[in-house]
Every structure is written in C-alpha cells, then in structure tokens.
C-alpha cells in the first residue's frame, strides 16, 4: 500500500512511495501529527541520484520490523534535499556544526516545532566501523525522549538559539578590487594540484566556477598562470575519467585525485556549468579539446536529459543493472578487456584497451575499467579514423545495456545554467538548434515555473509545477540563462523577463548592508532563514544573483541593480582571498565589476559578423543587445539613439560612463573586447 509521497511530484519521494514507512512530505500537517501523538519527527533527506540513499532505504526503510518500529515512535518525513534546498540548509548547517561533517542521506531528529536534537548521515542495519545501527539509534532517540524530555527541549533549543546567532557580516563597503582578486589567485595557486590539474586532494570535484573566475582574471589582466591553470585543469577532467569517453558529459566527482575513477551520477548543474566553462576556454586559446568537450557535453544534455516539455531533467543515477542482474555503481559506464573483445575482436580490442586504459586488472571494481584518455593527448594523430570507429561501435554496444535511472523533475536554477550554456556554445559553434533547445528550456520556465505572478516555482515534472518557492539560486541563475539568451538571440523579451525576476530579488531576497538570503522574507519560516554566500556544486544564490543583477545594470542603466550587486559583493572581498575555492563565481562576478562591465551595442543583424564579434569578446561579463531596424531599442535599452554609421552595422562599446568610438570593423570590435 502507498503512502502519501504517491501524490508527491518528486522523483525522490515516489521511490519511497511504496516503503511501508508511513512517510509524511514535509508539511504542518506532519508536525501537527507529531504534536497531538507527543512523539519526534525522523527527518530523513535525500535525492533521487543518491547512491547511499539508495542502500540506507533498502536496508532499513524497506524492511517492515523497522518500519513498524518507527511507525509506532516517530512522525516520519521524507524531503528531497533538490526540491527544498532551504530545509536542507538549514538541518545540514546543524549537523556540520554538531558532529563536523555532513552529507546524504541526511538523518535528523526534531521536536514538533521542528528544532533539532540529535543528527546523522547514513545509519547502517547492523553496527559496523564504529557506527551505531538504526535500530539503535532510533531506541536512543525513543528512550531520550521518553525518559529525559527536558535534556532533549534544551539541546533542542541551544541548538537553534546557536544557529539563529550566526550571523553574516558582508563586508559593506569592501569591494574586491585588485588586491582581493590578486590574493585569491595566489591562495588558488598554493591549493593548485599541478600534477594532476584542479585543486585539492581526493574526492575531486570539478571546480567550474573557479575556472570561469581564473578565465576572466587572464583577460582582464594578461596572468598567464590563471589560463594555465584553467586549461590544464581542463584537460586533465577531459582525459579522465569523470569524463564519458564514449557519450560525453561528465559524472559528479572523481574519488582519486588523478580523475580516474568517478561517482558515476550525471547531474544537469555540472555538465551545465562545464559545458559553458569549456566554451569560454574555447573562446580564451581555440582549443581543439575544448571545442570537442564543449559540444560533446551539449549534445549529451539535449540526447539524455531533454524532457518532453523541453526542458532539462536533474540527473541520470550513479548505478544500474550490470550483466549478472545486480544493481550496482557504474555498471552502465565501465568496460573489461574481455568485453572490449566481445565487441571489437582481438586487434581492435587491443587497440582500444591502449586508447582508453582498460587493464586486466582493473581500474574500478572486479577487473573493469573506466574508459579514460592515456594516450599523448589531443594533437595524437594514432589514427583519429580508428578511435573515432572504435568509440562509435562501443557507445553502440553500450546502449543495450540497462541504462541508469533519470531523475526527471526540473528544476528551475539548473535549467537556467543549461540555457545559458547551451545558448553560448550553439553561438560561439554555429548550432542554431542548441540556442533553439535554450529557448525551449526558457519558454518551459516561463510558462510554467513563473506562472502568472512571475515568482518562481523551484521544480516542475511533466509539465506540472511543484509546490515549492523558487529560492534565492533559483532567481539568480534563471535570469543569468535569460540574460544570455538575450544578448545570443537579440529577443529582448528574455530581458523584460530577467527584469521581473530581480526586481523580486530586491524586493524579498536583499537584506540590509547588502546581505542576500536564500530564501525569500515571505517564504515559509523555517528555524533559521537560510543564508550562504558560499558555491557547492553550483553557484551560490548570494553571487549568482548579484552576477544577475550586475548584467541587468548593464543593460538597462538601473542604479537600483547597480547599487544591490556591489552590496552583495562585499561578501567577496571578505572570503575571496581566504577561501577562494569556495567563492569562485562571486570572484568571477568582481571582475566583471572591475572590467565594467563593458556594454557593447550592435546595430545591425543578429548573428552578423559583428554581433558574433561581440559574443566572442573575452572581456568579463560584457553584456551584448544586438538588433536593427526601429524597433530594435524596445527591445534593448542599450540600442537606443544607436544608428548605423554609412549605412553599415555598428558597434558601440561604453564602460564606466564612458563609450568608445563606434566601429563597422569586427577586428577591431573583437580587439576592443579582447578577443
């Protein structure tokens, strides 16, 4: 029999839709259950790619003496940590405090009013390396309860008093300026692993803001370290194997330093934001790799994630039926010399063994390989002909084994990452139909997720909008992907719609002295209102909103933008040259500031050597309208009072309250934007 997740929209939540647990969705119908049975609440958060979520809910949730256990002791409830990031924030904050790490599944025991006593990860059903097992620690929670109910309402209470004390200071007034950014590059130098790119030991994650950071420094300000940096680190994911050798786009992280062996989840936020970072890198040097990676990466998107409604689902699962039935990590993903025989012959086999570094004894799990480049690199050419053959015929084979799972709920922040990508690289390449599947994505969020208010909803699944508020990341990435729409389509209505969604960052999202929250003043409240200025796999709400608001300022001239993206900054020029890993798209975010950024005006037709031009310019966070004709300064604020000079399409470019001289020339456009 179900429980009340079958009436969920969450993937997550209808995996356990059939648990005899008696789930509850967060709501105040659950801790109003909890109030009138005088029992806790056992919060347990997760999301549907998670590979230890998988094992904690077949191990326990799925087993009915522990499922009546917690029946009878616990309002239970299940939150997809993807659909409510706020309620994730909030808990997993407590636990890092309490216990010095974090992770999924998240496990947390609450009173009815929702405050917190007691935390964990994943328990397992039986003790093992030092941990307790559930069963365990569900009769310690029982009897605390029962047997010391005061000791639990104070822990509760200090708990939440300790966290609603931890207040953000945001560095008013403290721009980063060139110090700042100067100190941060020096601080990502000394993390740097120059043996094997990207930054610290392992697990590995691929640092794409941070890279877009190191790729706008280079060319505000000619530091080839930062490009070297950037493109090493580039190519070392690209040969690796967090890399798909076979379909492209990349999995989650590496669990080695050296990239060779990945968690086998594809989220859509990282091939998004690398698809973009290997565009821009493309753009800096004309690398071939990141041409290749950029396109292979976009395609992947459109081929596995694309929805019916046009938009782009969360993730595609870690694990997967392997031969022999079992579900298992990377069973889709990785291949044996035996294998590679089956499908190749001995001499190809061979060959592609060479290629890909495929052993006997294995680079993964019983005796596989993950595929991976081992050869001299991208300017080999062995016989292009021959892996280009060997690749087709073994991503041919692939595709009859069992595929992983797809989360398919979208979600409204990552869809933006993907427009925004998507939009960039189908310009920079000369794929009209990639900008077309951004415009689909866009039209889908429109339509769907802003409804008739223009608030945002954070998810939808088959065309139907989910319950919950948009939250701070969600405004700032939705407008940064329509922002870029705007300037590669030259439609303006993609900046009338930006527009809407800031002007509500303003209005609920913007704290005094800057500060930004992630989740709006008139949300539902939580125990503490959720606030990090921080990226984690994706850019922080905090600076993708203040990127946003940046490029919108630009656009339009609004001090208002302006005036809220500099006081959201300052939280830059405190933590950048700290913790400069952690805040790299707010350091990406300051060099626009201090390059401008620049506007650059093109009167004349869209997808005209001068518009291309214009987005090819290296310059950080140049904004760029482009269109002709009458209409064209309704469309754009910037194409106002900008005619052709002779006829011709012209280019004007302004920073800083101060314009260039128009230009018909591409070249020199291109060299007045760095390109």
Not at 153 to 168: C, H, K, N, Q, T
Not at 376 to 388: F, I, K, L, P, S
Not at 509 to 519: I, N, P, R
Not at 628 to 637: I, L, N, Q, S, W
Request: proline share 5%.
């Amino acid at each position: 029999m179900a429980n009340r997740l079958a009436q969920t929209t969450s993937p997550y939540l209808l995996q356990h839709a059939d648990n005899p647990v008696d789930w509850w969705p967060w709501s105040p119908e659950a801790f109003e259950e909890a109030r009138r049975r005088g029992v806790p609440v056992l919060l347990s958060v997760g999301y549907a790619s998670c590979h230890w979520c998988h094992v904690m809910a077949h191990e326990s949730f799925e087993d009915a003496a522990t499922a009546d256990y917690l029946n009878a002791h616990f309002v239970p409830v299940k939150v997809d940590r993807e659909e409510r990031p706020d309620v994730d924030a909030v808990y997993m904050e407590a636990v890092q405090a309490a216990t010095g790490q974090g992770g999924w599944p998240m496990t947390v025991f609450l009173t009815a009013e929702a405050e917190p006593f007691y935390f964990g990860t994943y328990f397992p059903p039986e003790p093992r390396h030092g941990m307790p097992s559930f069963q365990q620690v569900l009769e310690g929670v029982v009897a605390a309860w029962s047997d010391r109910r005061e000791e639990v309402a104070e822990v509760a209470g200090r708990i939440v008093r300790d966290l609603a004390g931890r207040s953000l200071t945001t560095g008013e007034g403290n721009l980063p300026g060139e110090p700042e950014l100067a100190q941060a590059l020096l601080r990502l130098t000394r993390d740097y692993d120059e043996k094997h790119g990207g930054f610290g030991g392992a697990p590995k994650f691929p640092p794409s803001m941070v890279i877009e950071f190191l790729l706008r420094h280079h060319a505000r300000t000619g530091a080839e370290g930062a490009l070297q940096m950037a493109a090493d680190s580039c190519a070392a994911m690209a040969r690796g194997g967090i890399y798909d050798q076979l379909g492209g786009g990349f999995a989650r992280y590496s669990v080695d330093r050296e990239w060779v062996v990945p968690h086998f989840e594809k989220m859509l936020y990282d091939n998004a934001l690398l698809c973009r970072v290997y565009a821009h890198l493309w753009r800096a040097t004309g690398s071939d790799l990141a041409r290749r990676v950029a396109l292979e990466t976009a395609d992947f998107m459109v081929r596995e994630l694309r929805t019916t409604e046009g938009g782009f689902a969360s993730a595609l699962d870690a694990d997967s039926e392997d031969a022999q039935g079992r579900h298992v990590e990377g069973a889709f993903y990785v291949w044996t010399p035996a294998q590679l025989r089956e499908v190749l012959g001995e001499e190809d086999a061979a060959f592609a063994a060479e290629h890909f570094g495929v052993t006997e004894e294995g680079t993964f799990e019983e005796g596989s390989s993950v595929l991976r480049l081992v050869g001299a690199g991208e300017t080999d050419t062995t016989d292009a002909a021959r892996v280009d053959d060997v690749r087709a015929r073994l991503l041919a084979a692939r595709e009859l084994r069992v595929r992983p799972e797809r989360d398919d709920k979208i979600v409204a922040a990552w869809n933006g990452l993907a427009i925004a990508a998507l939009a960039e690289t189908g310009a920079y390449f000369g794929r009209p139909d990639l900008v077309e599947r951004a415009t689909e994505a866009a039209d889908l969020l429109v339509r769907v997720h802003m409804g008739d208010v223009a608030r945002l909803c954070r998810t939808s699944k088959d065309g139907r909008a989910g319950d919950n508020s948009g939250v701070l990341e969600d405004y700032g990435d939705v407008a940064e992907g329509f922002l870029a729409l705007a300037s590669v389509t030259g439609e303006g209505a993609w900046l009338e719609f930006a527009g809407f969604l800031l002007d509500i960052v303003l209005q609920h999202f913007t704290g005094e002295g800057g500060q930004m929250f992630d989740a709006a003043d008139d949300a539902e409240q939580l125990i503490r209102r959720p606030q990090d200025p921080t990226d984690s796999a994706t850019p922080a709400g905090w600076t993708a909103a203040a990127g946003a608001l940046l490029s919108y300022a630009a656009h339009t001239g609004s001090e208002a933008h302006r005036t809220a993206a500099e006081g959201a900054l300052g939280i830059v020029g405190a933590l950048g040259p700290k913790a400069p890993r952690f805040i790299g798209w707010g350091l990406a975010v300051a060099e626009a500031l201090l390059d401008g950024p620049r506007e650059v005006a093109v009167a004349g037709p869209v997808g005209g050597e001068l518009h291309r031009a214009a987005l090819l310019g290296r310059a950080p966070g140049a904004v760029v309208a482009a269109g002709e004709g009458p209409d064209a300064g309704y469309e754009f604020p910037l194409l106002v009072d900008r005619p052709l000079v002779g006829g011709e399409p012209t280019a004007y470019v302004c920073r800083h309250f101060v314009c260039d001289a128009p230009t018909t020339d591409a070249g020199e456009l291109a060299a007045k934007l760095g390109g």
